[in-house]
């Protein structure tokens, strides 16, 4: 079946420093829509970013993925930490006319001063 | 105001006893609504989905059902908890958009604590 990989556990950098958080998926389908969501504290998850066409950069917030199909990624990065980017990551998958959504783990990004 | 309401906020209940869960969506019309569960710690895992009323299709099986008996209410329930059902509840709520990339906005969520 269809899976999410994502860096595993907690990923703690300083304030200023780059972020790279890690998504790979697998599906058979050739067309999957890939979204990184972030959670904080005690909140809800909300969209961060989404992308569905290959080797395109999507950015939000500071953030930016870019889709590889060629490698089944869409990893997260940032160019600079910043302490309220402290939260939990989850990558998803959907398949397009699909209404399934497969979550990875998570990870957990702590920025410290 | 917001959109999404979840009720109850936190429940705690006995082994073996009924739940109910409830999300109600408000000023969209025809949303396709999700359930989800978050164990302590865990990821989001799917329960179900529903894009039309009185439709609702099962993601996983988790001792749980849903259903959808108005166009912005889903509910969540089971006749028989178990302990493995605590953990976060959380109704999320998507208009159709293009190619399947609809955002989901997610709810409040409902903490639910067996015992």
């Known amino acids: 079946g269809d899976s999410v990989t994502q860096t595993e556990g907690l990923v703690t950098l300083t304030e200023g420093l780059p972020v790279m958080l890690n998504c790979t998926y697998q599906?058979?389908?050739?067309?999957?829509?890939l979204f990184w969501y972030v959670q904080h504290l005690n909140e809800s998850p909300r969209l961060l970013l989404k992308?569905?066409?290959?080797?395109k950069r999507t950015e939000h917030q500071g953030f930016h993925a870019t889709l590889h199909k060629s490698s089944s990624s869409f990893h997260l990065q940032k160019s600079s930490a910043q302490l309220s980017d402290s939260a939990l990551y989850y990558c998803?998958?959907?398949?397009?006319?699909?209404?399934?959504?497969?979550f990875g783990a998570g990870t957990r990004l702590k920025v410290i001063a | 105001a917001q959109t999404i309401h979840q009720w109850p906020v936190a429940e705690i209940k006995a082994v073996g006893s009924p739940l109910s869960l409830g999300c109600t969506i408000k000023?969209?019309?025809?949303?396709?609504l999700y359930w989800y569960w978050q164990a302590t710690g865990g990821t989001l895992q799917q329960l179900f989905y529903?894009?039309?009323?009185?439709?609702v299709e099962s993601v996983v099986q988790l001792n749980l059902s849903a259903s959808r008996p108005k166009d912005d209410q889903f509910i969540l329930s089971t006749e028989k908890l178990l302990l493995s059902h605590s953990g976060f509840y959380l109704c999320?709520?998507?208009?159709?958009?293009?190619?399947?990339?609809?955002?989901?906005?997610f709810g409040p969520g409902t903490r639910l604590l067996v015992l």
């Open positions: 529903s894009i039309t009323v009185g439709q």
């Open positions: 992308s569905f066409t290959d080797n």
């Open positions: 599906t058979i389908y050739s067309n999957p829509f």
């Open positions: 000023g969209k019309s025809s949303p396709n």
């Open positions: 999320a709520w998507s208009l159709p958009g293009t190619g399947g990339g609809d955002t989901q906005y």
């Open positions: 998803a998958l959907r398949i397009t006319g699909n209404y399934k959504y497969v």
